[in-house]
Nanobody, 128 residues
Framework: VQLQASGGGSVQAGGSLRLSCTASGRTFSGYVMGWFRQAPGKEREFVAAITWSGGSTHHADSVKGRFTISRDSAKNTLYLQMSSLEPEDTAVYYC??????????????????????WGQGTQVTVSS
């Protein structure tokens, strides 16, 4: 499995970016796909997740209403649309995939340990 993240960059506060993550190597039915971020000196933080098959989503409170996770099954691509960006959103953003059997536990899939595959990360820098 390979996950390739792209779309990061530098923007001013209030701006927008769309991150993409191209997935390959298997079918992702039954998987949960997530976005995490890590700022310097901080732990990796959950941003959003989506079930690949049904498209159910969950967003962290810190980004709710500003960020939207989505996926295009035909293109095997995961997206994170980010709007109203704030300097506090500055971080390296990672996409991840984890196999999920049974009902989704949104509380559990917030933890990085639930994901077995990770992309390389893309830098997002928001200036004030």
């Amino acid at each position: 499995v390979q996950l390739q993240a792209s779309g990061g960059g530098s923007v001013q506060a209030g701006g927008s970016l769309r991150l993409s993550c191209t997935a390959s190597g298997r079918t992702f039915s039954g998987y949960v796909m997530g976005w995490f971020r890590q700022a310097p000196g901080k732990e990796r933080e959950f941003v959003a997740a989506i079930t690949w098959s049904g498209g159910s989503t969950h967003h962290a409170d810190s980004v709710k209403g500003r960020f939207t996770i989505s996926r295009d099954s035909a293109k095997n691509t995961l997206y994170l649309q980010m709007s109203s960006l704030e300097p506090e959103d500055t971080a390296v953003y990672y996409c991840a995939a984890g196999f999920n059997q049974g009902p989704i536990n949104w509380g559990q899939i917030r933890f990085p340990r639930e994901y077995g595959y990770w992309g390389q990360g893309t830098q997002v820098t928001v200036s004030s």
